[in-house]
């Protein structure tokens, strides 16, 4: 009679990446604001938008709506990277522009710039064609 084995995997414990500086990427729309904290090289560590923290319609292009998507975004990249120091991009022209940037001094984070990086139309659209009478 052969006696049952039993094997043990044995599960590293997932060490606590620390990102001690970063950059915030806004998306300020009219219809909604999305927020992500990358590391340096750009890769997404917490995301947030006003659409994901329950606000619909209308309400997720507000000011507010940037606040509460700032402050949930910005405390889950503390909790989890410890990050500190950020450079902040901002791209669009909507209201969620600077109560997001407002929003980050509160959560004891350090800007260290904000650069506008909203893209520029260079030649436009292509014209109507010639009216014929």
Request: a positive charge; charged letters at 25%.
């Amino acid at each position: 009679m052969a006696e049952p084995t039993t094997t043990t995997t044995v599960k590293k414990k997932k060490s606590k990446r620390s990102v001690p500086a970063g950059q915030v990427h806004i998306q300020a729309t009219f219809n909604n604001t999305i927020i992500t904290f990358t590391d340096g090289q750009g890769n997404a560590l917490a995301a947030s938008s006003a659409g994901a923290c329950g606000f619909r319609g209308s309400k997720k292009g507000t000011a507010y709506a940037a606040q509460v998507a700032m402050e949930r975004a910005g405390n889950a990249v503390k909790q989890q990277f410890g990050l500190s120091k950020v450079d902040v991009l901002v791209k669009g022209i909507g209201l969620g522009r600077d109560a997001a940037i407002r929003t980050l001094s509160n959560l004891d984070l350090r800007v260290e710039s904000i650069k506008d990086v909203t893209g520029v139309p260079h030649g436009g659209v292509r014209p109507r064609k010639a009216r014929r009478v």
